[in-house]
């Protein structure tokens, strides 16, 4: 069965990011997202794309803009919806999307699973995870992240399945 892992980082007040960039550094969130997505496909949004230095390396990337023009600043898959993106993925295969917020927001009602990191503090921000309705989703795994000289913040990873 084709597997669509929704994978981000959210405050909580659910901020994801501001002008473009994390408002946090969290390594071992890092790590975690490397590790899981290595290897797969990712879903994101233009903006998403360019907030990147670089590839991100052994995943292939897939994008997803409006603008019939884009010429992304590495090699890349360029669509225009997210079904496009979705498509892409095949039957048996694992994909993550990866963000932005508008992305997640339209990508909850075909996402299979959610890897939510959530960092227990608030943050301005002008990009916002959306809400997770219990109704549809179900807690299955948590596990918590003190802070510590590394990480300035506390976190738990949550991961989510369909109900």
Not at 1 to 14: D, R, S, V
Not at 32 to 50: D, Q, V
Not at 105 to 128: G, M, N, Y
Request: contains cysteine.
């Amino acid at each position: 069965m084709k597997q669509l892992i929704i994978i981000a980082a959210a405050a909580e007040n659910n901020a994801l990011g501001i002008n473009n960039d994390l408002p946090w550094h969290l390594p071992d969130d890092f790590k975690r997202f490397k590790a899981l997505t290595s290897n797969h496909k990712i879903i994101m949004g233009r903006k998403t794309l360019e907030s990147f230095p670089k590839a991100l390396p052994n995943r292939e990337h897939i994008v997803v803009t409006r603008d019939q023009g884009y010429k992304p600043k590495f090699p890349c898959t360029v669509v225009h919806t997210l079904e496009s993106a979705i498509e892409l993925v095949e039957t048996d295969e694992r994909a993550f999307i990866i963000g932005g917020g508008e992305i997640y927001k339209q990508s909850l009602v075909f996402a299979t699973d959610i890897e939510l990191t959530r960092i227990h503090h608030a943050f301005e921000a002008d990009t916002f995870f959306p809400d997770i309705d219990d109704s549809i989703w179900e807690l299955v795994k948590e596990k918590y992240h003190p802070k510590d000289d590394g990480h300035k913040y506390d976190f738990t990873y949550l991961t989510y399945k369909k109900k």
